[in-house]
């Protein structure tokens, strides 16, 4: 949709001349913390589990393992 294009152009805009470049490079870094934590609560279900685990030649994935 052109409309949200222009709002985020404009926005974005905003920002960066209030806060600067170095301020959004900070912020930015915060969207990949909170991968981690995300990653951290999911659970892996049995069939993933299953399937990694056939990848594996020994059986043991540190991965499963550390969601267990």
Known sequence: ???GYIVAALLNYA????LGWRAMFS???FS???IGLI???IKVSNS???ILNER???GHNLIVEMRK
């Open 1 to 3: 949709y052109p409309t």
């Open 15 to 18: 920002v960066i001349n209030s």
């Open 27 to 29: 912020l930015s870094s």
């Open 32 to 34: 990949a913390l909170l």
């Open 39 to 41: 990653g951290t609560s």
């Open 48 to 50: 993933w589990r299953k």
């Open 56 to 58: 594996n030649n020994n």
